[in-house]
């Protein structure tokens, strides 16, 4: 079976803090997302990344960075994180680009207080 | 674009009673079709997918869905519900491998 972990699964931080949310997949998948969902709104996209230090943006990717130095990492950076930013933070991974369906990982709630 | 709008937000049923979850997109190429099912406290599990083939596409726990190209819908159904299915369910849609796009949710409830 395929595993996403993110590091955690409850987080509360300051305003102005630096915030980072890890995402690890365990089977070697190219492609790696971050969504935040919000009620009412669904899963919307912020960054996503096909392969090793590539990334693409997403729909809603201001206020937020990405990292993926190992193909099995994907980091979501919160440079300066403000209240807005309190959401569930879901990754995804899926096998390449031509794999329609994609893998989650439990979420990490983020309150920004 | 693509996009997708699932038309009820919440939708309450009793136990044993069948249960529609409607979805319809909007797409200007082929697409590709997808539930995702979010337990309490989860991440999102997929359900059944639509790739080709059959209209008609079965997934895990009893779910099934529909394909009508013509109305642009894809709607779940399941005949008889269980507590268990209590669930917020996501549609969603994709033309191409990075780029899926989900509904707002729907959340079942099933009462006892």
């Known amino acids: 079976d395929v595993k996403v972990t993110q590091s955690s699964r409850y987080l509360v931080k300051r305003t102005g803090e630096k915030v980072f949310l890890e995402c690890v997949q365990d089977?070697?998948?190219?492609?790696m997302f971050w969504y935040r969902q919000d009620p009412g709104l669904g899963l919307r996209l912020i960054y996503f990344?096909?392969?090793?230090?590539?990334?693409e943006k997403g729909d809603i990717p201001e206020g937020y960075s990405v990292s993926r130095e190992k193909k099995e990492r994907f980091s979501l950076i919160l440079e300066s994180a403000s209240t807005n930013q309190t959401s569930m933070y879901l990754c995804?991974?899926?096998?390449?680009?031509?794999?329609?369906?994609?893998?989650f990982g439990p979420g990490t709630r983020l309150t920004v207080t | 674009a693509q996009s997708v709008t699932q038309l009820d937000s919440q939708v309450p049923v009793f136990e044993e009673a069948p249960v529609e979850l409607r979805c319809n997109y909007s797409?200007?190429?082929?697409?590709?079709l997808f539930w995702y099912v979010q337990y309490p406290n989860q991440g999102l599990q997929l359900l059944l997918k639509?790739?080709?083939?059959?209209?008609l596409v079965k997934g895990i726990n009893g779910f099934e869905a529909e394909f009508n190209k013509s109305q642009t819908s894809f709607h779940l159904r399941k005949p008889s519900v269980h507590i268990s299915d209590t669930a917020e369910y996501f549609c969603?849609?994709?033309?191409?491998?990075?780029?899926?796009?989900f509904g707002a949710g729907t959340r079942l409830t099933v009462k006892p």
């Open positions: 995804a991974s899926s096998p390449d680009t031509s794999s329609y369906e994609q893998y």
């Open positions: 089977m070697d998948h190219e492609n």
């Open positions: 990344s096909y392969d090793v230090k590539m990334k």
């Open positions: 797409s200007s190429v082929s697409v590709y």
């Open positions: 639509y790739l080709s083939g059959s209209t």
């Open positions: 969603a849609v994709s033309d191409r491998g990075n780029d899926m796009r």
